[in-house]
């Protein structure tokens, strides 16, 4: 829409957030330190009675962690909002000790590594937008779908949202967090700004994911499980404990080797994986739904930061600015760098002086996420296919699942004990070597001896229940 909001009786002091998800309800609890209004606007059903799937968090269904950043960061928001999601479920574990966790080389010894809070995302929504709305200036508006952008009289700014309803909220500021499905970019065209460019790359990675019921096995010793992929056996998986005293067991594979959804493949497709210890896990487990596949996984930055003229009043946040590989596990916490970021942002200006300050909060926003996940691509576990663009065919060799392409990286020349360095504080996204910062270290694996190839010996622990693997 190009039209002013001039005849509209509600005064613009508020703020407007699009979408109730991590990304949007950080970004609420922030602008309410310095708006006396914020509202948030949700297209989905936002159920009271419990924590369940909505669909516009398709991704809900599969694995999901919290680093630890992210949990200090949140916490730091909303104060015990920790407290409230362990009392739902939830569990902080340390990775790798609590995990039965194979790497491209081998398996992980128990040893500390970086802690992560693991549940359902449908507990997380949950608990956040209790938590934010505890906060009287923030209301939510569910079932509502915003169709456009408002533009001030000057032509250079954004005064509101247009609501498919045709209702017009107006807003000093207009945040986007609407995620994958972002329509920003049209909305910039339909006023007659410039639109971002786009970097992105796909490794056409899939996954297939299903719940369980724990089963009763007094001698399990740990949490979780994670059996990484490589160049030559492109398939992997991983299984994370849930609220409900479930099991999410979530396989991974990529162009040929992408999981299948239906039930009777499931666990012949756990099987095939480098070690047999996830199908072990899984065999005399009760499934508690049907396997859902999600193949919508590809990395993408919209550059929202490098545009020049972009309108003031408008900001776009999560991932809506740039997504990532859910593979990586870094969403969520990058969702709260960007918060702090903004808050930071926030401190000195007064709600009349924010609409002007929207570039430069959209770069900080986006160097606060590029910072936490530097280096991730040469320091730690990755898609090595994700550093393809997304063009071209596709390759057999592009299915490198979460391997450094540095293989010496992995094993130290002429010892017995491979090595991934920096592979944990890595993935701790937000917690990089640095000033107040533990360096990254190298986690140790179990000694190897023995050529890495298929089939790969058990844990090097009693694995409680597993037999050994190959």
Not at 68 to 88: C, F, M, N, Q, Y
Not at 202 to 216: E, I
Not at 301 to 327: I, K, Q, S, T
Not at 365 to 381: I, K, M, N, S
């Amino acid at each position: 829409m190009d039209d002013d909001m001039d005849d509209h009786p509600e005064p613009r002091d508020g703020a407007v957030v699009l979408g109730a998800g991590v990304a949007g309800l950080l970004a609420a609890r922030v602008l309410a330190e310095r708006f006396d209004r914020v509202t948030v606007v949700e297209r989905d059903e936002l159920p009271d009675s419990g924590p369940a799937f909505r669909p516009g968090v398709p991704q809900s269904r599969h694995a999901h962690v919290l680093w630890s950043k992210g949990v200090d960061l949140i916490e730091d928001l909303l104060p015990g909002t920790t407290a409230r999601l362990l009392a739902g479920g939830a569990v902080l574990l340390d990775l790798p000790r609590d995990f039965l966790w194979l790497s491209p080389a081998d398996w992980f010894l128990p040893v500390h590594g970086a802690r992560a809070l693991l549940g359902s995302r449908e507990l997380l929504d949950r608990t956040l937008r209790g938590q934010v709305l505890r906060d009287a200036r923030i209301r939510v508006r569910a079932r509502c779908t915003a169709t456009g952008l408002v533009a001030a009289a000057d032509g250079r700014s954004v005064a509101g949202v247009e609501l498919r309803s045709g209702e017009r909220l107006p807003a000093r500021l207009v945040v986007d967090a609407t995620g994958r499905t972002s329509r920003a970019p049209d909305w910039l065209a339909a006023l007659g700004h410039p639109v971002p460019a786009t970097t992105r790359y796909d490794s056409r990675l899939g996954y297939s994911s299903r719940y369980y019921a724990v089963p009763p096995d007094p001698a399990r010793r740990w949490r979780g499980m994670y059996v990484q992929g490589r160049p030559d056996s492109p398939r992997g998986g991983v299984l994370v404990p849930l609220d409900g005293d479930r099991w999410l067991a979530t396989l991974i594979g990529n162009g040929d080797h992408a999981p299948p959804t239906a039930q009777e493949e499931f666990l012949g497709f756990a099987r095939s994986l480098r070690s047999p210890a996830l199908h072990d896990a899984l065999r005399d487990a009760q499934p508690l739904s049907s396997p859902v596949g999600f193949r919508n996984t590809a990395n993408e930055r919209r550059h929202y930061e490098r545009l020049e003229h972009a309108p003031d009043g408008f900001l776009v946040l999560g991932d809506a600015a740039c997504r990532f590989n859910p593979v990586y596990g870094h969403g969520m916490t990058v969702a709260a760098l960007a918060a702090d970021a903004l808050r930071g942002e926030l401190r000195t200006l007064s709600p009349r002086e924010v609409p002007g300050a929207v570039r430069r909060i959209q770069r900080s926003t986006a160097a606060a996420g590029r910072d936490g996940l530097a280096d991730r691509h040469e320091r730690g576990p990755a898609l090595s296919a994700d550093r393809r663009p997304a063009t071209g065919p596709h390759h057999p060799d592009h299915a490198a699942l979460h391997v450094p392409s540095d293989r010496r990286r992995q094993r130290r020349p002429g010892r017995g004990r491979p090595l991934l360095r920096g592979t944990v504080p890595v993935r701790d996204a937000g917690h990089p070597a640095g000033p107040g910062h533990d360096a990254p270290r190298p986690v140790p694996l179990a000694p190897a001896g023995r050529p890495a190839h298929h089939p790969v010996p058990g844990p090097p622990r009693a694995a409680g229940g597993l037999g050994r693997a190959g």
